[in-house]
């Protein structure tokens, strides 16, 4: 009986230790971070200039997979089924986290219960554009230029639901203004049609806002952010632009599927905050129009958790709707 319960006890130490052992060797293997967008857009280039950095901190190979797919729930269902070891993470943006579960009626996903925060990694502010025809040169004249055409301002979007959507939605919801939305299936062909004049207003993310404004392509009036932006330093905010409060951002983050354990998350929360203090990744993204902005699992959920209600309301008042 006592040699019974000495093997109990040696063979209970024996499990305790290996199972230390293999939390303390997280990680052991690849790491795939699933993207729920085609390579080549905004996230994957905020993914391959992290993934090199966090390769170095983590000491495995981080390995992008695409997932594209209804507005990024394809990639997002991929990674809430993965087993929940750290070695699956999804890289997500506004839409998949906080708007999709606003628009979509029948979403397989919940953020937050489905969902382990790990960090946010960047903000990304949008700039309000116009054609450069319209006889306007700042916000302040572009609101009253529409006051004065009621339901004769088209404005595009990337499509129905989407921040692009939204964004001109608040930006309505604020001023007053009466304008007509046009969804296109992106903002390549937005863009377009904002160049060509067929609609007139549009609200994008700020690298290729920039890219087009000092082209001379579209103008600039404002950026959503509560600060400049340093890729359109001389562009005021709409805030400055005298619309109390508007603030508007998108944002990046990390997640893992929900019960991936306490102390990988802590490991992978310490390797973003990491990579994202190296000056040359925070010049890096800047240049490509989003802020570095950390924050950490805790607080990460905090923000997503204040995010959704403002979002829902967003969506509420656009009246979109997706299946």
């Known amino acids: ?87 699956t993470l999804m890289l997500a943006n506004t839409g998949v986290m906080v708007i999709n ?17 790990i960090a946010r990694t960047a903000m990304q502010p949008l700039a309000l554009l116009v ?43 604020a001023t007053g203004l009466f304008m007509v939305h046009i969804p296109y ?33 579209v103008r600039a009036l404002a950026v959503t952010s509560r600060e400049r932006n340093p890729a359109l330093p001389d562009i005021p905010t709409v805030i400055e632009s005298g619309i109390k409060g508007f603030e508007v951002v998108g944002f990046y983050g990390f997640l893992a599927p929900a019960g991936t354990p306490k102390d990988v998350v802590a490991k992978l929360s310490d390797a973003f905050k990491q990579v994202l203090a190296l000056p040359e990744v925070r010049n890096r993204m800047i240049t490509q129009g989003a802020d570095p902005a950390f924050l950490g699992a805790e607080e990460f959920a905090k923000y997503l958790a204040g995010e959704m209600p403002r979002w829902a309301d967003a969506v509420g008042k656009s009246g979109a709707k997706l299946d």
């Open 1 to 87: 009986m006592r040699t019974n319960s000495l093997l109990c006890v040696l063979l209970t130490s024996l499990l305790l230790a290996t199972g230390s052992a293999a939390s303390a060797a997280y990680p052991d293997k690849p790491i795939k971070l699933i993207i729920g967008f085609p390579a080549g857009g905004p996230l994957d280039q905020h993914a391959r200039l992290l993934s090199d950095k966090l390769q170095s901190v983590l000491g495995q190979p981080v390995m992008i997979d695409y997932k594209s797919g209804a507005g990024g729930t394809v990639g997002a269902q991929e990674v809430m089924k993965a087993p929940a070891d750290g070695y």
């Open 185 to 217: 299936r992106g903002s390549a062909p937005a863009f377009t049609d904002l160049m060509g004049g067929q609609v007139q207003f549009m609200a994008e993310s700020i690298p290729q806002a920039a890219s087009y404004h000092k082209q001379g392509k």
């Open 101 to 117: 579960p606003a628009i979509y009626s029948k979403l397989p996903y919940a953020t937050l219960r489905d969902f382990t925060p």
């Open 131 to 173: 054609n450069p025809k319209l006889p306007v040169n700042t916000l302040k004249e572009f609101i009253e230029y529409a006051r004065a055409r009621p339901g004769q301002i088209n404005y595009g979007s990337a499509g129905n639901g989407g921040i692009s959507h939204l964004v001109p939605e608040m930006f309505k919801t």
